[in-house]
């Protein structure tokens, strides 16, 4: 800008009295654990104790054609979307699968971390169209099914994301913090807040605002985390609310049933119950008399 008149001479000569030039991030890969430390502890998770072997040598591997900033955003994506304690080659195959590509190029070429193979100058769009990136979605489940009290008392992988909603209606509801603490802390904050106001009005900003990040960012949470909305959550745990209310509670009536569990409106509940259970409350509460 200076040099074609278009920035002051006097303030560039103000400014430029001390530079430094520093090589590119993939010139220095010894400082990649480093930055991997920075972006993780930057972002609230703990450091290196969450960065896999598979991770270090990926990212070592890989070009940064857009240096710290697009190894920072990489690291967080990673981060937010691993449901495990660390970060596993099956996380970046599914999340950043560009660092997967490079990879495995550079373990065929026989490059070592600090190595420069042709492969690793590639941007992951150019290694991995964006057409061509499958990402496994969960099995269809019925929604009426989905929604019914798992049969099991617990989960039989702990560590382990539920893999329906039933599941985590159940974590939630029964505050499993094995699986707990291993989500997203502010999405752990807003599924502790659910579990004991589920029945009170609560919107998506009122529990982001409980759960200290932006409503939009807690959206992308349980969608990424969860594989469901906020909303669809929260009808599941009001659900099987209901539906152990109608087995334990046979005194109430329906509309009191509707109310405990957090619908305000009858017509409203018995068209989201029989749209997830199948059938009426009435019909589910007969049906449970009968041992249906």
């Not at 303030?11 to 991997?36: N, Q, T, V």
Request: net charge positive; glycine share 6%.
């Amino acid at each position: 800008l200076a040099l074609a008149s278009r920035f002051s001479h006097a303030l560039y000569a103000e400014l430029d009295f001390l530079s430094a030039e520093f090589p590119p991030l993939r010139a220095r890969g010894s400082d990649i654990a480093f930055h991997i430390d920075v972006a993780l502890e930057k972002h609230g998770f703990p450091g290196m104790q969450r960065c896999g072997t598979e991770l270090l040598q990926a990212c070592q591997a890989y070009a940064w054609p857009e240096n710290i900033s697009e190894l920072e955003r990489t690291i967080a994506r990673l981060a937010v979307l691993t449901d495990q304690p660390v970060i596993g080659p099956g996380d970046i195959a599914v999340h950043a699968p560009w660092l997967a590509t490079v990879s495995r190029d550079a373990a065929t070429a026989g490059y070592g971390p600090e190595g420069a193979s042709t492969a690793a100058q590639a941007t992951p769009s150019a290694m991995w169209p964006a057409s061509s990136i499958q990402h496994p979605s969960p099995s269809p489940v019925p929604e009426a099914t989905a929604l019914r009290p798992p049969a099991t008392a617990g989960l039989s992988r702990p560590t382990a994301a539920p893999g329906s909603s039933a599941q985590w209606v159940q974590v939630v509801l029964e505050r499993q913090h094995r699986v707990l603490d291993t989500v997203h802390a502010g999405l752990r904050r807003a599924l502790l807040f659910l579990a004991e106001h589920h029945a009170e009005p609560v919107s998506l900003p009122d529990l982001a605002a409980k759960a200290h990040v932006s409503a939009s960012h807690l959206s992308f949470l349980f969608r990424s985390t969860l594989g469901m909305s906020f909303k669809s959550l929260l009808l599941g745990i009001r659900i099987h609310v209901a539906q152990q209310l109608l087995l334990l509670k046979p005194e109430l009536r329906i509309t009191e049933v509707a109310l405990r569990a957090g619908f305000a409106d009858l017509s409203h509940f018995e068209r989201c119950f029989r749209r997830a259970v199948g059938r009426s409350a009435r019909d589910h509460r007969r049906a449970q008399k009968q041992g249906l």
